[in-house]
T-cell receptor, first 114, second 113 residues
Framework: DTGVSQNPRHKITKRGQNVTFRCDPI?????LYWYRQTLGQGPEFLTY????????KSRLLSDRFSAERPKGSFSTLEIQRTEQGDSAMYLC????????????FGQGTRLTVV | LAKTTQPISMDSYEGQEVNITCSHN???????ITWYQQFPSQGPRFIIQ???TKVTNEVASLFIPADRKSSTLSLPRVSLSDTAVYYC??????????????FGKGTKLSVIP
């Protein structure tokens, strides 16, 4: 399967701990997106990379959140000092240069902060 | 930001055609209309995209009137496996060849045997 891969699939952490998620996009897709989704809601945009450059960040992305895509391939999303309100599904998507209106999503990482 | 409005939920019997309509009154000239499907505990999956008139693929059809202020996703002969949330998106041009995908709350389709 050459789709978008996210790890881990599930993460349970104690409040105040730091967590890091990884996303491996489809090979050669130059655009990579992070979204957050809570129960009953649609995915909310967090941030977007074009190659290694982070071009856009949502106001939802507080200073506890940081995302990187160091070599323009995989990306990581780190949440520092987690809070219970951070509990959500974190989705990664990628899109190709020639069809950048279509995003391919991974299966997400479900974070539970206890 | 182009806001979309679609029904919160719909029910349909197996084998019927389902039409889900979405309104997007402030769509801009460079924007596209896209529909995604999402099953529980999975990421959204692209279904179909259009700019105007009608688009058809192996999964669905998309009807867009001339004013582009609404669109209708048509699913022919639904089965139980089509039970999912369907999102209508206006994919907005955000400059430098980039587009922004903004999701609403979607329509929860329940297919009944």
């Amino acid at each position: 399967d050459t789709g978008v891969s996210q790890n881990p699939r599930h993460k349970i952490t104690k409040r105040g701990q730091n967590v890091t998620f990884r996303c491996d996009p489809i090979s050669e897709h130059n655009r990579l997106y992070w979204y957050r989704q809570t129960l009953g809601q649609g995915p909310e945009f967090l941030t977007y990379f074009q190659n290694e450059a982070q071009l856009e960040k949502s106001r939802l992305l507080s200073d506890r959140f940081s995302a990187e895509r160091p070599k323009g391939s995989f990306s990581t999303l780190e949440i520092q000092r987690t809070e219970q309100g951070d509990s959500a599904m974190y989705l990664c998507a990628s899109s190709p240069r020639e069809r950048n209106t279509e995003a391919f999503f991974g299966q997400g990482t479900r974070l539970t902060v206890v | 930001l182009a806001k979309t409005t679609q029904p919160i939920s719909m029910d349909s019997y197996e084998g019927q055609e389902v039409n889900i309509t979405c309104s997007h009154n402030n769509i801009a000239t460079n924007d596209y209309i896209t529909w995604y499907q999402q099953f529980p505990s999975q990421g959204p999956r692209f279904i179909i995209q259009g700019y105007k008139t009608k688009v058809t693929n192996e999964v669905a059809s998309l009807f867009i009137p001339a004013d582009r202020k609404s669109s209708t996703l048509s699913l022919p002969r639904v089965s139980l496996s089509d039970t999912a949330v369907y999102y209508c998106l206006v994919v907005q041009y955000s400059g430098a060849g980039s587009y922004q995908l903004t999701f609403g709350k979607g329509t929860k389709l329940s297919v009944i045997p």
